[in-house]
């Protein structure tokens, strides 16, 4: 059975850090793109970033690029290093996996994810 578990949430203030990670098991991810995907309150599910392990590859939404950071350090676990949080950052932070690359990944429809997590909740307070 393959699960994704996401840890890493919390409350901070604006301006602090928080680092995500998404444990996956259950099969081999060496062909998936892992992403990280949101959902703040009443909004919709959005992308915020993924990586490619066989390609070596990430993409970003530009909400986050140059204050978050994807990483994965082996097939199965990503992480998202998230720096200079406000309050807009605020949401469920959900992993999901595709067989896709990473900047194919960004624009897959959210239904066309193979998998999901369950989320972790992010409150960044101002």
């Known amino acids: 059975q393959v699960q994704l578990v996401e840890s890493g949430g919390g409350l901070v203030q604006a301006g602090a850090s928080l680092r995500l990670s998404c444990a996956a098991s259950?099969?081999?991810?060496?062909?998936?793109?892992m992403g990280w995907f949101r959902q703040a309150p009443g909004k919709g599910r959005e992308f915020v970033a993924a990586?490619?392990?066989?390609?070596?590859?990430t993409y970003y939404a530009d909400s986050v690029k140059g204050r978050f950071t994807i990483s994965r350090d082996n097939a199965n676990t990503v992480y998202l290093q998230m720096n200079s949080l406000n309050p807009e950052d605020t949401a469920v932070y959900y992993c999901?996996?595709?067989?896709?690359?990473?900047?194919?990944?960004?624009?897959?429809?959210?239904?066309?994810?193979?998998?999901w997590g369950k989320g972790t909740l992010v409150t960044v307070s101002s």
């Open positions: 999901a996996a595709v067989r896709s690359t990473a900047q194919a990944m960004s624009v897959t429809p959210i239904r066309d994810m193979t998998y």
């Open positions: 990586a490619s392990w066989s390609f070596g590859t």
């Open positions: 259950g099969r081999t991810f060496s062909s998936y793109a």
